[in-house]
Nanobody, 122 residues
Framework: EVQLVESGGGLVQAGGSLRLSCAASGFTTADYAIAWFRQAPGKEREGISC????????HYFYSVKGRFTMSSDKAKNTVYLQMNRLKPEDTAIYYC???????????????WGQGTQVTVSS
């Protein structure tokens, strides 16, 4: 059974940092693309980063590029999202999801974690 468990969210002041974790079970993260999405209240879920299994390269949506860094630990079967220089507009529930290839289209993903709340105060 595919399972994804996010952790690491919390409350942080603007300009601060958080590191989110996505622990996977039931599959090997190195064989699939893992993406991070976020959903703010009243807004659609948006893809913000994805790491490809084919080349290990991480891709970022323009709103987080240069501030967020995605990485993976194959031994732990876990993917991370390091978030720096956080802004109030980064406040959202953050989810990880798995797919055969990287895409920021949320409809392509069938397996999701439960999400972790990130709140950035101004």
């Amino acid at each position: 059974e595919v399972q994804l468990v996010e952790s690491g969210g919390g409350l942080v002041q603007a300009g601060g940092s958080l590191r989110l974790s996505c622990a996977a079970s039931g599959f090997t993260t190195a064989d699939y693309a893992i993406a991070w999405f976020r959903q703010a209240p009243g807004k659609e879920r948006e893809g913000i980063s994805c790491i490809s299994s084919s080349d290990g390269v991480a891709h970022y949506f323009y709103s987080v590029k240069g501030r967020f860094t995605m990485s993976s630990d194959k031994a732990k079967n876990t993917v991370y999202l390091q978030m720096n220089r956080l802004k109030p507009e980064d406040t959202a529930i953050y989810y990880c999801a798995v797919h055969d290839f990287c895409t920021f289209y949320s409809g392509a993903y069938s397996s999701w974690g439960q999400g972790t709340q990130v709140t950035v105060s101004s």
